[in-house]
């Protein structure tokens, strides 16, 4: 049987971390979250100092790199995250 890869999408403050967490551990899944680590310390920066043209391509490049590491641990794993295309932008 194939790997899945479980989304948990929502608003801000919506629980979708903590959902998510739970979620993985329930079955043995890997979580991750976005934007991913490469991209946090960036975040505040693109947030407070970039139009909104800006962070959608911003949030753009986060999700390219999330859906190429989401690939990769599917191989292995299930996998949930904690947001995606849609909550992102």
Do not use: W
Request: hydrophobic share 35%; glycine share 6%; with cysteine.
């Amino acid at each position: 049987m194939q790997n899945k890869i479980i989304i948990v999408e929502g608003i801000d403050g919506a629980g979708k971390s903590e959902v998510g967490k739970r979620l993985a551990h329930s079955m043995d899944a890997v979580y991750i979250d976005s934007p991913t680590s490469e991209f946090r310390d960036v975040r505040q920066y693109v947030e407070e100092n970039t139009p909104a043209l800006g962070k959608f391509f911003f949030y753009l490049a986060t999700n390219f790199d999330l859906s190429h590491k989401l690939a990769d641990l599917k191989e292995t794993k299930n996998v949930v995250c904690s947001r995606y295309y849609y909550s992102s932008i």
